[in-house]
Every structure is written in structure tokens, then in C-alpha cells.
């Protein structure tokens, strides 16, 4: 067993690659039904395009918003493992009940929309199940990737990169697979070959367990077994949080209760950090905390346009984009496979390119403004796009080039941005602050439905009324986000040499 334990495979820890194949089969589950969502609200259950991107909206930032209290509970008592196993059980629930579907809307020739209010129910409540797995899973399978490595280790970034390319290789086989079986055999069996995807990665999990050389284990377990009302404290946290779905089932209906809810927790995370800062570290700890609260702020920006795949990208390439291929039309859902399949593609030269660079290799405030600037550009591919296609639709290579800038800009950041909250925060609260970076993709989660809405279009049974007014609607909104990535992006590059000060040489340990 210790041969097995201290194994490494392509040079990193054996447990890297058991957390690859977990996290690939739980973004599978993620990602399919993601994918899925705005279609079979639009076009299954007649919503308004305002109404679809706001329910997106407010269902992802809660997905995010919830792995800060998932991390706190892993670092005070359950310790990582425990709460992946707990997450991964409430995510195969959540996605199994998306399989039922009920009755299609249907909308009479006066305009009202008549829909099966039990299945939007069991949809509502599928929903609050995967949201409390992925605030359990989600936080804590990255810090455990962390803890995998020593400090210092320079191994570190590559072995984020690697863990990253495990979440895309499981949404490009999502969105072509589920998406395919969604909209042409039923939604039903688009949600359930996500359920699978979800149950494959629980089990690989469960069986890859001794591969963490003892790591992501509870900090305390005689915490857990302390009794509180006669109930040990892990069943009575495993127990309060199935409950806790109840709530989340009514909240996810209401985005104003989201957006406060978000408010709250932003404005509590920050006051606890600064609490920290304060009773808790040394100077050099401060300046790392604040350059690191610093960058999770930008990746709000980066995140609100990035999300916009999911809801507007996805509704433009439904409505507004030639599809024909060959004689053959392209699902539009299929097109989010592209992002997946440009991360595959370009992960290891991104890996290979940061070591390579040896000192020269830019720092995380610069990857960060690169990230932020590349996904801007992507916005304007569009634009020209639009601008140059007369009044046809616009050509399909379009957005191909458009995912291929944001997949840049996302390997500029997010793998980065994971590897920077594991060597910036203080080993106190590494969970916390993993918490904290969902927090603020939740934020932008929200955000990104709110600009989708910039693009509203007025639609029939789901399908747009007018093509000429469609690209116009989407014209707009990527021109917006065209000047504010690109806007943001250059701000922070005049801002990263007072955020590498402030890190205090960390990048310098870890490519040295």
C-alpha cells in the first residue's frame, strides 16, 4: 500500500489523476445539463429569453456561492475528503432527477403559456440538490489537489493544468454527447446520461481514495464525533445540509434573493479576511491576502463575460448563426464543445510555455490581464462578424474564433487563478478562500444573466421572430463586452507590479 500511496505517474502524485477522472465525470454531469439548460427552458417550457437567463444565472451563483460554506465546513470539521464523498452522493441525486421531465408547455393563439407546474417543481428541486453537491465537491476537490503537492513545489501549476484539462475533457464530451441525446431523443435523456456521467465519477472517487496519501483527512476528527442535540456533529452537518435543500429549492425561483444573498456573503467573506488580516497574520501574509482578494475581484469581470457561452453565446448560435455544414445542422449546443476542445488542445502548450519561460515567465496579475484582454477580443471577432455578414446569418467561423480567444483568456487565468489561492492563502483558511474564488465566480455567474438580458430577443414557441432585429440585439451586447474586457484587462496590467510586490517573491519560489 505505501508503494502505491507515494507512486507518481508523468511525474506527479498518483492522486492528481484519480482527482482528474473524478472531477472529468462530475463536469461531464455539470456541463451536459448546463449546457442544456436555456434550450429546455426556452423551448421545452416556453420562458422568456429574460426569464431563461436570469434562472441560469441565479441557478450558476448559487452553484458558486455555495463551496464558501462547503469549505469552511471541510476546514473546521469534515476535512476534504469527506465533504467530496458527501457532495458527490447529493450531486448524483440531483442530476438523476433532472431525467424527469413532464409535460411540454404550450402557448395558445391569445399568447399564454400553459406548463407542468410539478414538473418545474422536481426541476426546481433537482436544481437545490446539485447546487448543495457542487458546494461540497466543487472547493474542496481543487484544495485537495493542492494539498497533493508540498510548498514550494514547482510541480504545482503544471499539475493544476493537468487537473483543468480532467474538468474540459468532461465538458467537451458533455456538450456533444448530452446535448445530442437532449434535443434530438428527449430531455430526459440528455439529463440522464449526465446523472451517469456523475455516478462513474462518485465511484472512481470512492476507489481512488488511498492514492491521497492520507491527504484532505479532518484537521480534528474528534470534532466530528462530538455530540451536539445527541447527534454526532458529522450526521448532524450531513443531515442539516439535505434540509438545507428545501430552502435552496425556494430560493432558486426568486433572483432578488440571490442577488441579496449574494450581497451578504460578499460583504461578510470580506469583513472575515480583513478580521484575519488583522488578528491572524504577519505583514507578508496581509500584502499576499490582499494581492490575492485583489485578483479574485478582477475575476469577476472575467467570469460575467467568459458565462455569457451558456446564455447568450448559446441563444446567438441557436438563432442567428449558420450552422449548415456539409449539408448538415450543426445543434447550436454543440459549439460550447469548442471551448472544451480548445483547452485540451492548448492546456499542455500553456503548461509547457510557463515553465519554459523559467524567469521570464509573467506573473499572476499579468496571466490575469491577459485573460481578461483575450476574452474581450473574442467579444469583438463577434462584432466584426456581425458587422460583415449583410443580412444573412453570421458565419459559424465567427464563433469559432471567438471560443478559441476565450479559451486563451480562460488558460491565461483560471488554472492559474486555482494554483494562486492554494500558494497565497494562509494554510488556515486555504478552504475559505477557495470559497471565496466560487463566491466570486457566483457573483459574475449573476451578473452574466443580467447582460445576457441586454440582448433579450422577442421570440415564438422559442424560436426568434426576426433575424435582422436578433443580431442587432447581440451586436449591442458584444460590443459592450468587446470594450469593457479589454478595458479591464489593461487596468490590471498597469496594476501588476504593485500586486507582485505585495506576493512577496511566491511566483519567484515556484518557477525557480
Known amino acids: 500500500m505505501n508503494s502505491n500511496q507515494n507512486s507518481t505517474i508523468l511525474g506527479h502524485p ?122 461540497f465537491l466543487k472547493a474542496n476537490i481543487s484544495s485537495l489537489v493542492g494539498e497533493l503537492y508540498e510548498v514550494g513545489d514547482k510541480r504545482r501549476d503544471s499539475g493544476f493544468t493537468i487537473f483543468y484539462m480532467g474538468i474540459n475533457l468532461g465538458s467537451f464530451l458533455a456538450t456533444i454527447l448530452c446535448t445530442y441525446l437532449g ?152 459549439f460550447l464543445s469548442l471551448n472544451a476542445l480548445f483547452i485540451i488542445l492548448f492546456a499542455p502548450v500553456f503548461a509547457w510555455v510557463w515553465v519554459k519561460m523559467g524567469k521570464y515567465n509573467p506573473n499572476t496579475a499579468v496571466k490575469f490581464a491577459l485573460g481578461i484582454i483575450f476574452v474581450g477580443l473574442g467579444f469583438g471577432a463577434l462584432v466584426f462578424g456581425i458587422n460583415i455578414s449583410d443580412i444573412g446569418k453570421v458565419g459559424a467561423w465567427w464563433l469559432v474564433l471567438a471560443y478559441l480567444l476565450h479559451t486563451w483568456g480562460e488558460l491565461c487565468l483560471s488554472p492559474v487563478g486555482l494554483s494562486a489561492v492554494t500558494k497565497l492563502s494562509p494554510a488556515k483558511i486555504v478552504g475559505f478562500m477557495m470559497g471565496v474564488w466560487f463566491l466570486a465566480t457566483a457573483t459574475s455567474e449573476f451578473v452574466a444573466g443580467k447582460l445576457a438580458n441586454l440582448a433579450s430577443v422577442d421570440v415564438n414557441a422559442g424560436e426568434a421572430l426576426d433575424l435582422a432585429v436578433a443580431k442587432a440585439s447581440y451586436l449591442s451586447l458584444f460590443e459592450y463586452l468587446f470594450y469593457a474586457g479589454v478595458g479591464f484587462g489593461v487596468l490590471l496590467l498597469a496594476l501588476s507590479p504593485l500586486l507582485k510586490k505585495l506576493m512577496h517573491g511566491v511566483d519567484k519560489e515556484l518557477n525557480s
Request: glycine share 10%; hydrophobic share 50%.
Open 183 to 334: 434535443e434530438t431523443y428527449g430531455w430526459s435523456y440528455g439529463f440522464g446520461a449526465a446523472g451517469i456521467g456523475m455516478l462513474l465519477g462518485l465511484l472512481t472517487f470512492i476507489w481512488g481514495t488511498p492514492t491521497f496519501r492520507g491527504k484532505g483527512e479532518p484537521k480534528e476528527p474528534s470534532l466530528l464525533t462530538e455530540k451536539k442535540y445527541l447527534i454526532p456533529n458529522e450526521w448532524l452537518i450531513y443531515g442539516l445540509s439535505v434540509l438545507s435543500t428545501l430552502l435552496i429549492w425556494q430560493v432558486v425561483q426568486s433572483h432578488e434573493t440571490v442577488q441579496t444573498m449574494l450581497i451578504v456573503a460578499g460583504a461578510v467573506s470580506f469583513i472575515y479576511i480583513v478580521y484575519f488580516m488583522i488578528a491572524e497574520l504577519d505583514a507578508v501574509g496581509r500584502d499576499r491576502l490582499i494581492a490575492l482578494t485583489i485578483l479574485i475581484v478582477f475575476t469577476i469581470i472575467f467570469w460575467a463575460l467568459f458565462e455569457q457561452a451558456y446564455t447568450s453565446l448559446n441563444l446567438f448560435a441557436d438563432r442567428a448563426l449558420d450552422r449548415n455544414v456539409f449539408g448538415w445542422e450543426v445543434p447550436a449546443g454543440n
Open 14 to 135: 498518483t492522486g492528481l489523476f484519480v482527482l482528474f477522472f473524478t472531477e472529468m465525470w462530475e463536469r461531464f454531469s455539470f456541463y451536459g445539463m448546463k449546457a442544456l439548460l436555456i434550450f429546455y427552458l426556452t423551448k421545452y417550457h416556453l420562458f422568456a429569453d429574460t426569464d431563461g437567463n436570469l434562472l441560469v444565472g441565479s441557478y450558476a451563483a448559487l452553484v458558486y456561492a455555495m463551496p464558501v460554506i462547503g469549505g469552511y465546513l471541510a476546514d473546521k470539521y469534515l476535512g476534504f475528503r469527506k465533504a467530496i464523498l458527501f457532495g458527490g452522493i447529493m450531486l448524483v441525486l440531483g442530476h438523476l432527477g433532472m431525467a424527469y421531465e413532464g409535460n411540454a408547455a404550450t402557448q395558445s393563439m391569445t399568447g399564454e403559456i400553459e406548463r407542468d407546474n410539478f414538473a418545474l417543481q422536481c426541476f426546481y428541486m433537482s436544481l437545490a440538490f446539485i447546487i448543495l453537491g457542487v458546494g
